[in-house]
């Protein structure tokens, strides 16, 4: 019985992953709305060894419209730069000399479209992860010596429950995102 519960105990923690993974991804996607975890994953050469944006820099957004980015030295104003244009978000870097500014545009419907579709295939990804979970730990229980096949079932079925629950989060995750991308 005990071993059920560690089983348990270990996929709903695994979801758990998932969920926090997924919502982590939805951030990065633009929403017409300045957000500093726009620029997460640019990855920027700092001393020949790539660092993150926001480990090499502060990222502020003073307005819906606008992004700040005030590296650590100026040196890097040129690497930060490139590494946005490399990164190929459609945004265009420009910089004072102090700092980098970075002005987001208005999203045309065609793309705010494309951004729905790559939240849905991003919110897919986490329900097919919490699918995965859900029948690795099926088979481990069914592996269990010593439970009886009543357990077993009733183990499974909590599996299955927590699938759903993860599942529906899932969904609202992107109803949320989607809201967000298609207010004008």
């Known amino acids: 019985m005990e071993e059920i519960e560690l089983f348990l105990e270990e996929a709903k ?3 758990n ?8 991804e939805l951030a990065k996607i ?11 994953g640019i990855q920027v050469s700092y001393y020949g060894v790539m660092s993150p944006l ?16 005030k590296p650590w030295e100026k040196t890097l104003i040129q690497e930060i730069e490139k ?3 490399i990164a190929n978000l459609g945004l265009t870097p420009q910089n004072d000399g102090q700092q980098i500014i970075i002005n987001i545009p208005m999203l045309t419907e065609e793309r705010r479209r494309q951004l729905v579709k790559q939240a849905s295939h991003e919110c897919e990804q986490g329900k097919v992860s919490v699918r995965s ?14 439970v009886s096949e009543d357990d077993v079932k009733n183990a499974e079925d909590t599996v299955q429950k927590l699938t759903d629950d993860f599942s529906s989060r899932i969904d609202s995750l992107l109803k949320k995102k989607e809201a967000e991308i298609m207010t004008v």
């Open 83 to 85: 590494a946005i244009m």
């Open 17 to 24: 992953k998932t969920i926090i993974h997924v919502g982590g």
């Open 54 to 69: 926001n480990q090499i820099s502060s990222i502020t957004s003073p307005d819906a419209r606008t992004l700040f980015i």
């Open 30 to 40: 633009r929403a017409g709305k300045a957000n500093p975890a726009m620029l997460d």
């Open 13 to 15: 923690d695994q979801m």
């Open 133 to 146: 979970i859900r029948k690795e730990t099926n088979e481990q229980l069914k592996k269990i010596k010593g």
